[in-house]
Every structure is written in C-alpha cells, then in structure tokens.
C-alpha cells in the first residue's frame, strides 16, 4: 500500500464538505474551472466523508482535479492542460478531518493510515478501495447527498452552510499523573502502616507484654528472717528456724473436698477452713488467685509427708518458725508471734518493726495445665528480703532459770494465783531476771488463758503495804524530819478521820526507835512521820521515786498504777497513804525504788535492752536510761542501814530473809490486788531487798496473791533462795563488817 502524504494540501476556498456548499455572492474562485462546476444547476458536487476519503497523492479531491472532473462527452485518452502543483500546507486547519479519521483509525498517523488513492482511468470516477486490517478491502464510503441550505430553487446551486467550527479532539490519560496518584496512596498506605506498627512494637508493646504475662504470672513472699531475741551472753531466748509453709493454687485444685480431708490430720487444722481456703476466688486486681497459704510454720518432715500425697495444686515452700528454745523460759516477758512471725504480746510485739524486717517478694511465670509450673528463661524478678535486727536484752538466761523455778515451787506451795519476781543491778538499772506466775509455752501459746500469759512484773496492780514504808522514812530523813537516832512514844493504834490504824507489835506506849519502828513495821510510827511531812511532801517523793507512772522498760501494756494527789485524800487518806494502802503500784514499780535507795539514793530507769545488732551484725547500743536524783548519798546510806532492822533484830517481820555472812537490808510488806478499781480476796505478799546493805549491787522483790493468806511464807524465803544464787552466781564476796546493833526501846 503506497503511503500518502501526512498533510494534503487542500484549497482553503474549496467547500469543507464537498458539492453540498455553494460560493457566496462575492467570493472568487481561485482555479479555473470551479464557477463552471458549480453553475451547473442539476448536478451535484462531490462531497461529505466519501470526498475525504478520495484523496489523491498530491493531496487533492477528485473535483480539484480536471483528469476527474471530465466531462462524459471526453476522450478518456485525452491528455488533459497541464496544471500546476501546489505546495501542500501544514497546520491542524488545512485538514479539518484529520483528528476524526485518526479516531477511526485507531490513532494512526496520515501515512499509515490509509493508502495513496489512484486516479480513474475511464470515463466516470473511480476511487481505488483502502485496504484495511485483515486482508480485507474497505468498501466506499456512500455519499450522503448535499441538501442546500434553503432548498433547491430552479436551476440554481444550493446554497454553502455555514463552517463549524472542528470539535476538540478528545483529551488522552495522561500517563505521568496516574503514576504520581498511584505512588502518592502507595506510600501514604504504607506510611501509615509503618507508624502504626512502630506504636504497637514501642509504644503499646510494654502493655501487651504485660496483658499477656499478667495471666501466667505466680507470687510467692519471700519470708524475711526474724531477728534473735538473746540474752545477755548471747544465747538465744526466741529465734527463727527453717520450717516449711504449705501452699494451694485454687486453679489447679480439682477436688477441695477429699484434699483437704487428707492434708487435716497432718496440719491439724479442720477440713472446713481447709476447703475455705481451696476456693477459687479473685484478687484485688482481679486476677484469679493462684496462691493461698494453708498453714505456715510446718516442719520440715511433715512437708515432705504432704508432698508424697501428690494433690493437685498442693505444694510446699522454704519458711520459718519461731521457737524458744527455754519453752517457758521468760515467755511472760519475751510474748509470741502471730503465724505470719508478727509480734502479738511481750517484747516480740514491743519491737516488732525493728525484728521482722521487709518481707520480699518472687514473680516468675508459669505454664498452663499440665504445664503449671516455672517456664525455663520465662519472666522472673526476684526482690530479696531483708532481715530484720535482733536484740540482746539484759535478761540473764541462767539467773532467768532459777528466778522462775523457785517463783513456780513457792506459788504451788500455798496454791497462789499470782507471782512475780523482778531482780535488778542497782548500779545500771538493768534488769537480770523478770519472772511471772502462771508461765506458759511461748511455741504453744494458744492453749493458754489470756491472764496466764501476763507479765506480772509490769501488769500486776497491788497495794504494796509496808513495802511502801521506806518511801516515807527516806523523805523524812532527806527533809529532818527524823534521824536514825529518832525515837517517839508509840501508842497501839491511831486515828485519821476516824479509822483506827493499828501495829501489829504492841509497844505499848513505850519509846520506839526509828529502826524498831522499820524492824516492827509500825503503822503508827510511820504515819506520824507522813504527818510531820504534810501530803504534799508524801506525794513529792512518791513521784520522784517513780510511783504512779510507768518505768518504761520496755514491756508492751506496762501499768502506770496510781497515787492520789494532796486535794483528793480524805480523813482517813492520812492513815492509809503513809502504810502502802490507796496507792497502786507494780512490782517492778517498786523494785526501782529499793535500786534507788541501793544506788546512793540515784533512780534509774529500769530496762530490759541492751544492744541493738543489725542484719550486717554491728551493734548499736540503747539510748542511756533516764535517771535522777532522790535521796542524797548519806541519807541513802542511813535508810540502808536502817533497812537491815528488819532481818536482824529479834522479832523482825523479815528473818527469813536473812543470809549468813551478808548483810541483808530489805522489807516485808502485805496489800490487797486490785482488779478493775476494786480489791480481790486474799492478800498480796512482799519482800524486796538487797544483797549487802554496805555495798549493794542487786535488788530483788518478791510479789506473790494468795487468795487463802500464808503469801508471808512464800516472799520472804523466795526472796532468800533467789539472793543465794544470785551471789553464788556472779561471786559476790560479802564486805566482811557486821551488821549494826540496833535499839529498838531506847530510854
């Protein structure tokens, strides 16, 4: 197929579409032969698409072209006048029908879109068919006939219609832009993905981590050590021991019921707070409980029976238990701990934060199902423990023995109720030895009364009675009241308010000395020498002497006891005061009183610890003890003296007390228990001295209620026993010098 020229060249002044358009009035014809075709009235002009699609190689339609526009009378033979060729033009508007036989081409260009036409050789036109796609022959396109613009009116030619204007081609994809778009929401999709997975991995990561961990985590506590209890040489009056607490994980129980029948017997707790405790319930972040303790303090053999039962969910863990080595060695004063090693009564519960330390803690995570347990280089922290600090306390351990063993055998003579025997260094204030009657087993405490494990020493209210004596004769001898050589007339009996107060030993009128009247116990004696003191100077001493508050030893729930003000004594306060009755006091209250008088008239404060040692095992020592001065030295020394009276003259109310080789100075004395306000049946039976009235170190009292009386028996000889090991003890040589030879009836 011969190509044609891409831009025909094509008349301007030729009809765009063929015969079907008429020259208007004035318009010339640029080439000749053109007036003479379109005067001819019936004939009608080539035009339409079958013209445009006659073009000839040089661009031009048939009717341009005369060879085609022969007349039917010609020679077809002929060779027609010579024409000029005309240069073809260039531009969109020289082929008006270029874009839409491109559309109908498929968008190919003028040269391959059809091929060269080939002039008629006979008479008539001939156009030569364009080949197409396929092989096939294009058909000719039919001419639609021309239809003049205002009809056909004669002869004439049909008038031209006006030019229109060629519709814009189509405007093509553009290629670029799509591609732009397209790249455009790639990358904000995948922008917006990449963000949201650097969320999830960094931001929200931890906490879906943990979400997921939270489920298949398991709490155990891990126990801190209690601190030791030891005593002044160090050996131990409570420590902690390596026991074993028994465990239920309620998820993985599968029978509550028949476990806990089997697990009773062995932990000797009931099947019904065993099955309580199995129940699955939630915690307070609401997660399901995966621990509950079932009983702590198990020994290490009976764990190891619970394991070989091999319950479900049942399991075994390292703990502690408290034990006291003694049993009841100093259990009224040492106290217990609750089942989670918390300090309930005594020293445990006095110091409690500084022996318990902080518990720690060990969350690891564990599998599920059959898998429960720890999961190798799963999720695990440990926080440790930190123990807790111990205490030496001033308690001798040996002395603490023997104080509570001859306490004990003296109280079950005479069937007493309540005991209590306190010993002290009178020069440090400690304590050595603080006894109580009842005892218990600290290991075992729950089998006892309430009252039985008291510390009788510090909760024991009594009236002293004539213990309180030395009290009155110590301010009398400190303000001039009186001096050892004193002596008065001593009637049997005296009044105050009303109430006759009587001696016991009937001097008969006779002239009494000061040390017979302290050797006798007299009443009257001692309540002319309150008398000659006035009630304000009695109450000054009975508090500087400690009375009516607590010493603060140390001992949770110590008693303060009581003394009455000046404003409040009645008519026979007067009387009773001065002997030992209307005041409230403790033992210990009144066994610092006797160290005071011991010490050169200093009191000090009487405590039980000693030292403080640390988990790291440095030890820091207590705070020093409040003291204060009572009485001055020598007057101290004269009451000391005249202390003696009592063991040593005939007929002293304290002759048991009396210890071959030592000078003994002590005082008997007999009161009233007081529970609730109110004086209890019986009497309350004292005696408090001091090894050597020369040079003193220790102090004892003895307090012993005996409901049926015979409470004399028992303070005086206990007190002797005590002192003898006491001595024999810590080898206490005696001065050597003789006591002195008192008057008791001077002339």
Same mark, same amino acid.
């Given at each position: ?31 000749? @032969?053109? &007036?003479?075709?379109? =005067? ?77 036409? /080939? ?5 008539? &036109? ?53 591609? &732009? ?10 922008? /917006? ?14 906490? +879906?981590?943990? @979400? ?53 017997? !062995?932990? #000797? ?123 030496? !306390? ?53 089998? +006892? ?84 003191? #006035? ?10 002497? =400690? ?6 030893? @140390? ?8 003394? !009455? ?95 071959? @080789? +030592? ?85």
């Amino acid at each position: 197929m011969t190509p044609r020229s891409d831009e025909p060249r094509r008349d301007a002044s030729v009809s765009r579409r063929g015969s079907s358009r008429s020259p208007r009035d004035g318009e010339r014809d640029t080439e000749p @032969g053109r &007036r003479s075709a379109a =005067g001819q009235g019936g004939r009608s002009g080539l035009g339409g698409i079958s013209d445009a699609r006659a073009y000839t190689p040089r661009g031009r339609t048939v009717r341009d072209n005369p060879e085609l526009r022969r007349t039917p009378g010609a020679v077809s033979g002929a060779d027609p006048a010579p024409r000029a060729r005309r240069t073809p033009r260039t531009g969109r508007s020289a082929d008006p029908f270029r874009p839409a036989l491109q559309v109908l081409d498929g968008g190919r260009t003028g040269t391959a879109r059809t091929a060269r036409r /080939t002039a008629p050789t006979g008479t008539g &036109r001939t156009i030569t068919p364009r080949p197409v796609r396929g092989g096939d022959v294009a058909k000719p396109a039919r001419r639609r006939p021309a239809e003049p613009a205002g009809g056909r009116t004669g002869a004439g030619s049909p008038a031209r219609r006006p030019a229109r204007r060629p519709r814009r081609p189509p405007r093509l994809a553009d290629t670029h832009r799509r591609l &732009r778009l397209g790249t455009l929401l790639v990358l904000a999709m995948f922008t /917006t993905i990449g963000i949201r997975l650097v969320a999830l991995q960094v931001v929200d990561a931890p906490e +879906y981590a943990g @979400g997921g961990v939270g489920d298949r985590l398991r709490t155990v506590v891990l126990p801190a050590p209690r601190g030791t209890i030891y005593d002044r040489s160090g050996a131990a009056l409570a420590q902690s021991v390596e026991a074993r607490y028994v465990y239920a994980d309620p998820e993985l129980v599968e029978d509550p019921a028949g476990t806990a029948e089997a697990l009773s017997p !062995l932990l #000797g707790i009931p099947v019904s707070r065993l099955t309580e405790e199995m129940k699955q319930r939630k915690r307070p972040d609401g997660r399901p409980s995966r621990f509950e303790y079932l009983a702590r303090g198990v020994e290490i053999n009976t764990a190891e029976k619970i394991m070989e039962l091999n319950r479900a969910g049942i399991g075994t863990g390292r703990d502690e238990r408290r034990e006291v080595p003694g049993g009841d060695l100093a259990a009224n004063l040492l106290g217990f701990t609750s089942q989670d090693r918390v300090g309930l009564e005594g020293i445990e519960a006095r110091y409690d934060e500084l022996l318990r330390g902080v518990n720690g803690e060990r969350e690891y995570e564990v599998g599920k199902g059959e898998l429960a347990a720890e999961i190798p280089g799963g999720y695990s922290k440990v926080t440790e423990a930190r123990p807790g600090s111990s205490l030496q !306390l001033t308690i001798d351990r040996d002395l603490q023995f023997m104080v509570q063993r001859i306490l004990t055998k003296r109280m079950q003579e005479v069937n007493g109720t309540i005991g209590a025997a306190v010993v002290l260094d009178v020069r440090s204030g400690e304590v050595l030895a603080q006894a109580s009657y009842p005892t218990y087993d600290a290991a075992d405490w729950r089998r +006892y009364d309430a009252e039985d494990r008291n510390d009788a020493a510090t909760s024991f209210v009594v009236d002293p009675g004539s213990v309180h004596k030395p009290i009155v004769f110590g301010a009398g001898l400190e303000e001039g009241v009186i001096t050892p050589e004193t002596a008065w007339p001593t009637p049997y009996f005296i009044r105050k308010g009303g109430e006759p107060f009587r001696d016991t030993h009937n001097a008969q009128g006779r002239k009494l000395s000061v040390a017979g009247m302290l050797g006798f116990s007299s009443n009257v004696g001692t309540i002319r020498i309150a008398d000659k003191l #006035g009630a304000e100077k009695v109450y000054e001493y009975q508090l500087r002497f =400690g009375l009516g508050r607590p010493t603060g030893e @140390g001992v949770p729930g110590e008693a303060a006891g009581r003394v !009455l003000k000046p404003s409040e004594y009645s008519g026979s306060t007067y009387g009773s005061v001065p002997i030992g009755h209307s005041v409230d006091v403790t033992p210990l209250q009144m066994a610092a009183v006797y160290a005071a008088i011991a010490n050169d008239g200093t009191w000090i404060q009487p405590h039980l610890v000693r030292e403080i040692i640390g988990p790291d095992g440095r030890r820091k020592p207590v705070p020093a003890p409040q003291t204060r001065q009572v009485l001055r030295p020598e007057t101290a020394a004269a009451l000391r003296t005249l202390l003696e009276a009592p063991v040593t003259i005939e007929h002293g109310t304290a002759r048991q007390a009396a210890i071959k @080789g +030592y000078r003994i100075a002590g005082k008997t004395g007999t009161g009233s228990r007081v529970v609730d306000g109110r004086y209890a049946p019986g009497e309350v039976a004292s005696f408090i001295g001091m090894d050597q009235a020369d040079d003193p170190r220790y102090v004892i009292a003895v307090f012993a209620h005996t409901p049926s009386g015979g409470g004399g028996d028992i303070s005086a000889p206990a007190f002797k026993e005590m002192m003898e090991y006491v001595l024999r003890h810590y080898r206490v040589p005696a001065t050597g010098t003789a006591p002195p030879k008192f008057v008791v009836y001077p002339q």
